[in-house]
């Protein structure tokens, strides 16, 4: 089990920025979120990251990871105003006879294939695959 503690991940900017996301809290069903604190000061305008992890229970056969992260998108004029989030999802469905060597390969070929040119083409610029 990993402790509750700060989570440094690197930004897509050019010279990336390292942001710190501070924990704040784990909800009733186990999700911890954590945020990072705003330059604007504002609640709305911190990114966040959150990690769930459901066991298998009731009967079922799989286990369910989620990482997401958000980042909120502020009103252009103002920056005080949230106006919609951008929103990253990564499921992981695994089945309860999966081995340590496949739940591996898992994240290993996910991790990767976000990193693929064409991944990277669908969300930077919105170009499918043709």
């Given at each position: 089990?990993?402790?509750?503690?700060?989570?440094?991940?690197?930004?897509?900017?050019?010279?990336?920025?390292?942001?710190?996301?501070?924990?704040?809290?784990?909800?009733?069903?186990?999700?911890?979120?954590?945020?990072?604190?705003?330059?604007?000061?504002?609640?709305?305008?911190?990114?966040?990251?959150?990690?769930?992890?459901?066991?298998?229970?009731?009967?079922?056969?799989?286990?369910r990871v989620t990482a997401k992260v958000v980042i909120p998108v502020m009103d252009p004029e103002t920056s005080l105003t949230k106006v919609g989030e951008i929103i990253?999802?990564?499921?992981?469905?695994?089945?309860?006879?999966?081995?340590?060597?496949?739940?591996a390969d898992i994240l290993a070929l996910v991790a990767n294939f976000l990193a693929?040119?064409?991944?990277?083409?669908?969300?930077?610029?919105?170009?499918?695959?043709?």
């Amino acid at each position: 089990m990993t402790a509750f503690a700060a989570i440094l991940l690197d930004d897509g900017a050019d010279t990336p920025v390292e942001h710190t996301f501070s924990p704040s809290g784990i909800d009733q069903n186990g999700v911890a979120r954590l945020y990072e604190a705003s330059e604007e000061g504002s609640l709305d305008s911190r990114l966040a990251i959150s990690l769930g992890v459901q066991l298998p229970k009731n009967g079922s056969q799989v286990a369910r990871v989620t990482a997401k992260v958000v980042i909120p998108v502020m009103d252009p004029e103002t920056s005080l105003t949230k106006v919609g989030e951008i929103i990253g999802t990564a499921t992981f469905v695994l089945p309860k006879t999966a081995t340590l060597a496949q739940r591996a390969d898992i994240l290993a070929l996910v991790a990767n294939f976000l990193a693929d040119p064409s991944v990277v083409a669908g969300v930077q610029d919105l170009e499918s695959i043709y």
